[in-house]
């Protein structure tokens, strides 16, 4: 065989070993997806989206870095005891890990020895509106109460996240409610908003 090896070939040659991270982490071929433009680039764009790896591990690790940070300064907001473990201690331990971890993953992705191919979200509307609904919970529970705004919340979710059957919301939505009042009121005596 002579000439050199493009494209696919080169996937399959036998004298070319993959390294460990290839191995480990097989790139498929579609993984390099682009999302395309035209008219029928909405239905495309709704079925996936391509992150590159590295732009991904950077954004990901810059926001629990923020979230450590976050943790640190609230530790040390809170009243210091003489006691091994005061109420800070947990979250000071929590957001120094966080800080260190993201940090040096930042490191490794910067100097090349991060992730590499692309990470690809499926139905990334509806992963966004999951997003949202998560991050919006907690504050409907403060202003509506538990219950009520689980009653809603589930089936949403539920929905968001690709449950079609009305019997297995219902029957989600159901058991999540029981859980709630059986575990927190009833086991633990921990009232819900």
């Not at 993984?31 to 495309?44: I, K, L």
């Not at 764009?45 to 609230?74: M, N, R």
């Not at 490191?107 to 966004?128: C, D, E, I, N, Y």
Request: charged share 10%.
């Amino acid at each position: 065989m002579t000439g050199s090896v493009t494209g696919s070939d080169a996937m399959e040659r036998p004298d070319k070993k993959p390294n460990k991270a290839e191995a480990e982490f097989p790139v498929s071929a579609d993984a390099e997806h682009v999302p395309p433009s035209g008219p029928d680039a909405a239905e495309e764009w709704e079925s996936e989206v391509a992150v590159p790896a590295p732009l991904y591990d950077i954004i990901i690790c810059g926001a629990l870095l923020i979230l450590g940070c976050w943790f640190v300064y609230g530790a040390l907001q809170m009243q210091q005891t003489t006691a091994v473990f005061d109420p800070g201690t947990f979250p000071l331990i929590a957001g120094g890990l966080l800080i260190l971890l993201s940090g040096v993953q930042i490191a490794l992705t910067v100097a090349g020895k991060g992730s590499r191919g692309s990470v690809v979200f499926q139905r990334p509307l509806w992963l966004a509106i999951g997003m949202v609904l998560v991050m919006a919970f907690p504050f409907a529970v403060g202003a509506f109460g538990y219950y009520i705004v689980a009653l809603i919340w589930v089936p949403v979710f539920g929905w968001v996240a690709g449950v079609r059957h009305p019997l297995s919301l219902l029957a989600t939505t159901a058991i999540v409610l029981l859980l709630a009042k059986g575990v927190f009121e009833m086991l633990l005596g921990t009232p819900l908003p």
